[in-house]
């Protein structure tokens, strides 16, 4: 039977808005709550004014609801090249704008890495990634999100303390249920907290007993140093070099848990590429090597900081996404190695050869479809064991080998 697009999503709407309306077990979950958020010292009053009338959203990603078939993960038909991810062109642009907010909040930034050792332009870069410096809109209703997902969520044990959390920060005053907008995910702010990360990681700079990281740059910032000192950060250290590789360079290196002392590696060949000086301090520093485009672009060598930002997004493009924009607010120098084209990479093959990859006992990590660091070693090990060109790089000739069985 056909049914017209337009009404298909009328029917698709009105199914989603009948299980928001009449939920009831839905209601019962939130009563159930009550114990754990007066544990947590949540009011009674406020537990019933933000839980009255308070609906699940079913359209959100990332649900399992009982009885529905799961939606599909969103996912992209083909794997971003680095390149792509940090565009010159929107790296220059923040760049422009960050040295600009750099003069402006000069005072600010200073005392702020002062206090947390965290220094100014890596907070503004991360401001510029979460949300375009305050300019992405935040249009979901913070508690409503978290709430959603810590009932029907895939995640449940990790959404049910960011909803209790949510609750607290309303409870505390810090801001009203209007203002407490949020993504999609529940990231709250200016540099996008969740609610249980606020909690923890706000500061009040100005005393008046909020952190306010929804419209105070300055706390939002502060808050962002105080999460990254807590995780690690060295006041004095760099996020990463880029570096260039000696000529029969093992590719297979370029992995977290291939780590030496800074000396060390540049005793093996690796040299600075972009003219930045490693202080002999550093020297005794643990690093690693990542090559985010194989022998295709820039090679990085990588101490504690570069996995400290680590904590804020696992993905090894946003950090080096942030981490350039910071060198480029403060000295607008470009990647000495430019990035090279490379051929595209479906996300379903790529997840075929992470399964051939763990069938062989090269990978032991997540199937995600992801070119990252360990997938990449893992390629190069089997690039060596099958007597193919040594890259590390997931290109059509693996992917070929691999299908006829290796």
Not at 88 to 115: C, D, F, S, V
Not at 267 to 282: S, W
Not at 353 to 369: E, P
């Amino acid at each position: 039977m056909h049914i017209a697009p337009r009404f298909a999503t009328f029917l698709v709407f009105l199914f989603a808005a009948s299980l928001a309306n009449a939920d009831p077990a839905f209601d019962r979950w939130l009563a159930a709550q009550w114990p754990a958020a007066q544990a947590m010292g949540i009011s009674r009053a406020t537990f019933e004014r933000e839980t009255k009338g308070l609906e699940p959203d079913y359209s959100l990603p990332d649900l399992a609801i009982p009885g529905q078939p799961k939606k599909p993960d969103a996912q992209a038909e083909f794997v971003q090249t680095p390149a792509a991810y940090v565009s010159e062109k929107a790296i220059a642009n923040y760049a422009a704008r960050g040295r600009k907010l750099a003069a402006q909040y000069r005072a600010e930034l200073a005392a702020i890495e002062k206090r947390f050792g965290v220094p100014g332009p890596i907070l503004l870069a991360i401001w510029a990634r979460e949300t375009s410096f305050g300019g992405a809109k935040l249009n979901y209703d913070a508690l409503r999100v978290v709430a959603t997902q810590a009932y029907v969520g895939r995640r449940k044990d990790e959404f049910l303390p960011e909803f209790l959390a949510a609750l607290k920060i309303l409870d505390d005053g810090h801001v009203t249920r209007a203002q407490m907008k949020s993504s999609w995910a529940g990231a709250m702010g200016l540099t996008q907290f969740m609610p249980t990360g606020y909690l923890t990681y706000g500061v009040d700079l100005d005393g008046d007993g909020t952190a306010n990281i929804w419209t105070s740059v300055p706390e939002a910032l502060a808050a962002t140093a105080s999460l990254l000192k807590e995780k690690g950060w060295q006041g004095g250290r760099r996020w990463a070099y880029e570096i260039a590789v000696p000529t029969g360079f093992d590719c297979t290196q370029a992995e977290p848990d291939a780590s030496l002392p800074i000396g060390e590696w540049l005793k093996r060949g690796i040299k600075v590429a972009d003219g930045r000086r490693i202080p002999p301090a550093a020297m005794k520093d643990p690093a690693s090597i990542i090559m985010p485009a194989g022998p295709f672009g820039p090679a990085f060598l990588t101490p504690a900081n570069y996995f400290v930002l680590k904590s804020y997004n696992f993905a090894d493009l946003y950090v080096l996404y942030v981490g350039h924009l910071a060198d480029r607010i403060e000295d607008d120098r470009p990647f000495a190695q430019p990035w090279r084209d490379i051929a595209l990479v479906k996300t379903r093959d790529l997840e075929f050869m992470q399964k051939v990859l763990t069938r062989d006992g090269f990978y032991a990590d997540k199937i995600d479809g992801k070119a990252g660091m360990k997938t990449r070693s893992a390629l190069g090990a089997y690039q060596k064991a099958n007597g193919l060109p040594l890259d590390c790089w997931p290109d059509a000739q693996v992917l070929e080998h691999m299908k006829r069985g290796g």
